[in-house]
């Protein structure tokens, strides 16, 4: 991946020294071997300390609102799940295209810290390097190579856009992941198998650990509302009180809110300080509306609109209920 990391670098620079972007977006290094965060750049020297690694999973799109508030133009460092990201941004009409330069990169998919640790692999860990299908894990006693998939985030083993759906420039040639789709509700599936009071019964529990730090809202691409309903104290929708049916209400209104426009990036779940899997309760509610209205992928094509934002008469109506008879 340093090649790639190169010319990230060198692309960055010869932008913002041309004058082709006013500020770049991309990732910088952090003091430990998984830490790789968002970086603001505006000047050429600013630019050596960008980098591409396996721990830049960190979607950039969501950032892009706040920055083009300046009367600037952006460059940005997208992957697959960050383009469609930032299309559904596009879709919703909060980025303006004019004012951004999308450099694409194609992703070979990003290691979940959390399983190295799992693993007993991080004490003294110095760096990870992955290749292709292998990854090395580097201590002052030598290296271990393993394959990458054993150490892949969950997201990234079920991803279908590896490579970006929208880009003004490409910066590698697009990669292959055998990835199929017959995984990719397993999780929601070992949940629908539950009974009704299994599955009520995990989600209090799951939902009972949120500590309203909004982290989930404030990552999500999909969940850009220049004021959000949660923060606006004459909604009276909730409180802030440590409560479960207050917790429960929160993320099923914010689930619900994203539905049909969910890019699956999986970012709730990264960030989520207390490991509520998130990303599941959204994938759950992608599956019922493939079932109900046919496939969607929200943020491939951006001049689609989604399902649950059109209404036709042939539609399903899988809220009918029946009683004597009728309906």
Request: charged fraction near 30%; glycine fraction near 6%; hydrophobic fraction near 35%.
């Amino acid at each position: 991946m340093e090649k790639i990391a190169n010319k990230v670098r060198e692309t960055a620079r010869l932008a913002l020294a041309n004058g082709e972007v006013n500020k770049i977006l991309g990732w910088k290094k952090g003091d430990f071997w998984y830490d790789s965060y968002p970086a603001f750049i505006t000047e050429e020297e600013g630019t050596a300390s960008l980098i591409w690694d396996s721990f830049c999973v960190a979607n950039l799109s969501k950032y892009l609102i706040e920055q083009l508030k300046e009367d600037i133009k952006v460059g940005v460092f997208l992957k697959g799940c960050d383009a469609r990201a930032f299309n559904q941004l596009l879709k919703d009409n909060r980025v303006d295209r004019d004012k951004v330069v999308i450099y694409g990169l194609p992703c070979p998919g990003m290691i979940d810290p959390e399983k190295v640790k799992k693993a007993g692999l991080a004490k003294g860990l110095l760096d990870v390097q992955k290749s292709e299908d292998e990854v090395v894990f580097i201590t002052k006693e030598g290296e271990q190579k393993f394959s990458a998939r054993e150490f892949a985030y969950d997201k990234c083993l079920t991803c279908q856009y590896p490579n970006p759906v929208v880009y003004d420039e490409l910066l590698a040639e697009e990669v292959e992941r055998n990835n199929t789709t017959e995984y990719f509700y397993q999780d929601v599936e070992e949940i629908e198998k539950m009974s009704p009071d299994e599955r009520f019964a995990y989600w209090v529990e799951q939902f009972s650990k949120c500590i309203r730090c909004n982290a989930c809202r404030n990552v999500c691409p999909a969940c850009s509302c220049e004021k959000c309903i949660f923060d606006n104290s004459k909604a009276n929708v909730a409180g802030k009180a440590k409560v479960d049916s207050e917790e429960q209400f929160f993320h099923i209104v914010r689930a619900y809110h994203v539905a049909g426009r969910c890019v699956d990036c999986g970012e709730c779940s990264r960030v989520c300080p207390v490991g509520i899997p998130l990303a599941k309760l959204n994938r759950k509610i992608i599956k019922d509306i493939t079932e109900f209205y046919g496939e969607h992928n929200a943020g491939v094509n951006p001049s689609l609109d989604a399902p649950l934002e059109t209404f036709k008469l042939e539609d399903i109506d899988p809220f009918e209920t029946r009683a004597k008879g009728g309906k």
